[in-house]
């Protein structure tokens, strides 16, 4: 299978409103996860929390999922320290 890269810039003008419109939410929605964060005392959670979620249905969706992962992954994780 080939795949042709296409040059920059584009045909096609992609500031549309449409476009502009969600850049502007997702702008908005990135400003409050970046205060929300800032509140929390150890951000390191926040992340150890999303790879554990992750990992869970990883896990999940290859059936391997067993009873005490969790407690297993945390035991080696950074809220040992």
């Known amino acids: 299978m080939n795949y042709k890269i296409a040059l920059l810039p584009f045909d096609i003008d992609l500031e ?7 850049v ?24 150890s929390t999303l790879s554990l979620q992750e990992a869970k249905d990883m896990k999940r969706a290859s059936g391997h ?11 080696a994780s950074i809220y040992q320290n």
């Open 16 to 22: 549309t409103k449409p476009v502009l419109k969600k």
């Open 24 to 47: 502007a939410a997702a702008r908005a929605a990135l400003a409050e996860l970046k205060g929300a964060v800032a509140s929390i005392p150890n951000e390191a959670i926040l992340i």
């Open 65 to 75: 999922l067993q009873p005490g992962f969790a407690k297993q992954y945390l035991s």
